[in-house]
């Protein structure tokens, strides 16, 4: 539960760290097969294929998992259902709803597509995010998908082909 809480204040702090690695203009991503080949990373029970152009890095901040690339990050946090009595009956839909609570996003409501609930969040510093979760066997995974807010209607459709290929164990 503390983590859920932390969420936001770690989340700043990434996109502060963040923005100090991509470039002043961002690329414009025209169509999927410009941003790379096809690579499936995997880390603390979650895959994800995202593309050749993204490298993991150690997260300095906590995030079991963080890959970036010149464009965008991406971020997991992985939630044992251990951290709080009833998580593990809580739906996709219940995680993400106390998540927004718990980090004071009562001006937005959560979204699903094709099985998929997520939110997005406009932050400070001119980015933007977009935070997946997913229920596993034994815990919740956050999957954070960030950019400048001025490549969000460029980027939307790649971080939600990515957000489907997310497998959780």
Not at 54 to 82: H, R
């Amino acid at each position: 539960m503390r983590r859920i809480i932390l969420l936001s204040t770690v989340l700043l702090l990434l996109l502060g760290s963040l923005c100090g690695c991509l470039p002043k203009k961002m690329m414009v991503i025209p169509d999927e097969e410009s941003i790379g080949e096809a690579k499936t990373f995997e880390k603390e029970g979650l895959t994800i294929t995202l593309t050749d152009e993204f490298v993991e890095q150690e997260s300095q901040l906590g995030f079991d998992a963080y890959y970036v690339t010149d464009f965008c990050g991406v971020v997991v946090l992985k939630e044992e259902f251990s951290l709080k009595e009833g998580m593990a009956e809580e739906s996709p839909e219940e995680y993400v709803n106390n998540v927004m609570k718990n980090n004071g996003h009562t001006d937005i409501t959560a979204q699903h597509k094709d099985g998929l609930w997520f939110y997005e969040t406009p932050s400070s510093g001119g980015n933007f995010v977009r935070s997946y979760s997913y229920k596993g066997s034994d815990a919740f995974y956050i999957v954070q998908f960030i950019c400048r807010a001025s490549d969000a209607e460029t980027l939307g459709d790649t971080f939600y082909l990515w957000a489907q290929s997310v497998k959780v164990k």
